[in-house]
């Protein structure tokens, strides 16, 4: 089975600056997708970023950008320029096929400071 | 476009009783998923509908099924509940096809549901 895995249960990061967030998976399949979902205090899921397994380029969006090695199964994010809406929990996912099936990391829940 | 949309935001409702949750999809997305968070679980996955047709399932009992209907909207039906069912149930809606590019699920906000 696959499972995805988030070793941070928490951090923290000055307004302005850079973090990253860690994420492993396991799988056996060759053809997959990754997926960050930011989940505010309102609980709304919402999709970060994204990543196709057969792409090599890392994906980037505005200041979100992904650190994708597929060979050691890793999948980071990182957020540059933080700001105090970026405040939130972090979901790492993994899908395949048609990805309508995703299976979760426990999260990583990520304080602005000023 | 309009988002995902989840039908009640809020319930509580007694052990042993049933509930009926709704959800409307993205339009033109013809999948629709469930899922399950709860603090100790996590974000669990519940279900699939495609075209009417249930394509993938989670590990849950069968006091949870769900149905879709021809305009894609999803209803996910829980009976007999327990205390342990209070969770955010949350459903996700996508295309559901292979597209190269578009494989990924877009959530709604959300039904908290309280069982006492």
């Known amino acids: 089975a696959q499972t995805v895995t988030q070793s941070q249960p928490e951090m923290s990061v000055q307004e302005a600056e850079t973090v990253t967030l860690s994420c492993t998976y396991d799988?056996?399949?060759?053809?997959?997708?990754l997926f960050w979902y930011k989940q505010p205090p309102s609980r709304q899921m919402i999709l970060v970023i994204r990543?196709?397994?057969?792409?090599?380029q890392n994906a980037t969006e505005n200041r979100f950008s992904v650190n994708f090695q597929k060979a050691a199964k890793s999948f980071s994010l990182k957020i540059s320029d933080s700001q105090l809406g970026d405040a939130a929990m972090y979901f790492c996912?993994?899908?395949?096929?048609?990805?309508?099936?995703?299976?979760f990391g426990t999260g990583t829940r990520l304080q602005v400071t000023l | 476009k309009a988002g995902v949309t989840q039908t009640p935001r809020y319930l509580i409702k007694t052990r042993g009783q049933q509930v009926t949750l709704s959800c409307s999809p993205i339009?033109?997305?013809?999948?629709v998923s469930w899922y399950q968070q709860t603090p100790g679980q996590g974000l669990q996955f519940l279900f699939e509908?495609?075209?009417?047709?249930?394509?993938n399932k989670g590990n849950f009992p069968g006091r949870f099924s769900g149905r879709q209907f021809s305009n894609s909207r999803s209803e996910m039906n829980v009976s007999t509940l327990e205390l342990g069912d209070s969770a955010l149930y949350l459903c996700?809606?996508?295309?559901?096809?292979?597209?190269?590019?578009?494989?990924?699920?877009?959530f709604g906000p959300g039904t908290r549901l309280l069982v006492l």
């Open positions: 996700a809606s996508s295309l559901g096809l292979r597209t190269g590019g578009e494989e990924t699920q877009y």
């Open positions: 996912a993994y899908g395949t096929g048609t990805a309508s099936k995703l299976t």
């Open positions: 339009s033109g997305h013809r999948s």
């Open positions: 509908y495609f075209s009417e047709t249930q394509r």
């Open positions: 799988t056996s399949e060759s053809d997959y997708y």
């Open positions: 990543q196709e397994a057969y792409k090599q």
